[in-house]
């Protein structure tokens, strides 16, 4: 039976679970604080870039089962099922921000006017959704809710096609009642046989703390092989290949690169630490993690400074965003090279297809902005791919030879063809194959 679900926020997360909810059959409210947001929403414009998504907003405003507003009181008391999928931004220490979850199980305990499940997509510290449930117990006197913790494990870029084909799907619960309620909502998933994993509230939690840690690691073990295999003359590719075939290594998340970026990783292996720290339990592997995540995006201008001082040098980039298929700019390698690079005195002009307006809130005026790839290497002296986007792959080798000054290209995603490059005088860096 299909529910009446209220999704409190409208970011990534937020937004294609709201579309996805509706897709499934069930009538969801999408609610933000953000009139703005809300606005564009309510006329199918998604506010943010996510191939696929305004496909499906279209599709499930015009059945009506999808609804967006800004009235969260109305929207929490009209529904059954309440999803918070607000933001938890790292602190300065390091921990996840909490406040916006609370905020929202304020207004939730305020509008308690019968029984309902609410459901954390938000990734909060292990314990978090037992004090969502004393706080909204306490607020409003009432035992007539359930509390569940619903992990998300969506990718930036292929966030609608993960929403309808996950690997799995993470449901901590505490009553039967609510996991009735939530087998009706993800009936869909039921169907097409997706592995549901049902436990309790803290294993949930750290099911994705552990899930995103661990791939953090992953990418960084392979960024360390490639480093070494540049130093001995090996080829990362081949090495991850292979490493890959062994199931028990998997060939996935093997790619090598500037460092891992986006909204996560950074975010969840500093709060993993920071649980650590307050359990007294060593988590120094995944700090390390960290270090040697900064380090990988240092080691990129240390790339270029192998062949020149940067001083007064034109480097043309391309690729802005944390990855490809997204215009997200949060802790993209992007942001601590290009300012690295500035500090030494380099001249930035900058393409990328998507995250220009969100890479300006960065860097402001300290760098130029182009509309074009090739207007990005117009008389620089190094070419630097950040960002694999797609067209990148397939550049115009021979033009940028002419368009350049320099012949140095730094390929931090490994996406030219090598041969073909050198065939033309460049000076070729990648990383991790020479
Ligand atoms: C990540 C996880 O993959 C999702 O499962 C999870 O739901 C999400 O975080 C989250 O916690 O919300 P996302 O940050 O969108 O998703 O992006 P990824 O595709 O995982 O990439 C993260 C970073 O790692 C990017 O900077 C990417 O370029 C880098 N990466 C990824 C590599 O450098 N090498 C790889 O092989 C894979």
Same mark, same amino acid.
């Given at each position: 039976m299909s529910k009446k679900i209220c999704v409190v926020g409208t970011g990534y997360v937020g937004l294609v679970a709201a579309v996805g909810l509706a897709d499934f059959g069930n009538l969801v409210i999408g609610v933000d604080i953000d009139k703005s947001k809300i606005e564009k929403l309510k006329k199918g414009i998604s506010p943010i870039y996510e191939p696929g998504i305004e496909e499906y907003l279209k599709r499930n405003l015009n059945s009506g089962r999808l609804t967006f507003s800004t009235d969260i009181d109305n929207a929490i008391q009209e529904s059954e099922v309440i999803f918070i999928a607000v933001g938890t931004p790292p602190k300065e220490n390091g921990e996840a921000d909490l406040r916006y979850v609370f905020d929202v199980a304020e207004t939730i305990a305020k509008n308690l006017n019968n029984y309902k499940v609410v459901v954390t997509k938000s990734t909060v510290p292990v314990g978090t959704n037992r004090k969502i449930k004393d706080y909204i117990k306490k607020l409003s006197g009432k035992n007539d809710f359930d509390v569940i913790s619903n992990p998300e494990f969506l990718r930036e870029g292929k966030a609608v096609y993960d929403f309808f084909h996950p690997d799995r799907v993470v449901i901590g619960y505490e009553s039967e009642k609510a996991r009735k309620i939530m087998e009706d909502i993800y009936r869909s998933l039921y169907l097409i046989q997706t592995p549901f994993v049902w436990c309790n509230l803290e294993t949930a939690e750290m099911i994705k703390y552990a899930s995103n840690a661990f791939l953090a690691t992953k990418i960084t073990f392979i960024n360390q092989i490639a480093n070494l295999c540049e130093a001995v003359g090996a080829d990362v590719h081949e090495v991850a290949k292979a490493m890959g075939m062994d199931g028990r290594i998997s060939p996935k998340f093997l790619h090598p690169g500037p460092g891992y970026g986006g909204s996560c990783f950074p975010k969840d292996t500093k709060a993993i630490v920071e649980i650590g720290i307050k359990n007294n339990i060593d988590m120094s592997l995944i700090k390390e993690v960290i270090n040697a995540n900064e380090k990988q995006k240092e080691r990129m201008v240390e790339k270029l400074e192998k062949y020149m001082d940067l001083k007064d040098k034109k480097i043309g980039i391309l690729g &802005?965003?944390?990855?490809?298929?997204? =215009? =997200?700019? +949060?802790?993209?390698?992007? $942001?601590? $090279? $290009?300012? %690295?690079? &500035?500090? %030494?005195?380099? %001249? $930035?002009t900058a393409h990328d297809p998507k995250a220009i307006e969100n890479a300006r809130k960065i860097f402001k005026d300290k760098i130029e902005y182009v509309d074009n790839e090739y207007k990005a290497m117009n008389d620089v002296d190094a070419l630097m791919i950040i960002t694999e986007w797609n067209e990148y792959r397939n550049i115009d080798l021979e033009k940028a030879r002419k368009l350049m000054k320099g012949n140095i290209i730094l390929d931090t995603r490994n996406v030219l063809d090598i041969k073909k490059v050198k065939a033309l005088g460049f000076i070729y860096?990648?990383?991790? +194959?020479?």
């Open positions: &802005l965003a944390f990855k490809a298929e997204t =215009d =997200d700019m +949060r802790e993209s390698p992007a $942001i601590k $090279i $290009i300012n %690295k690079l &500035l500090e %030494k005195g380099a %001249k $930035i860096e990648g990383v991790g +194959r020479k």
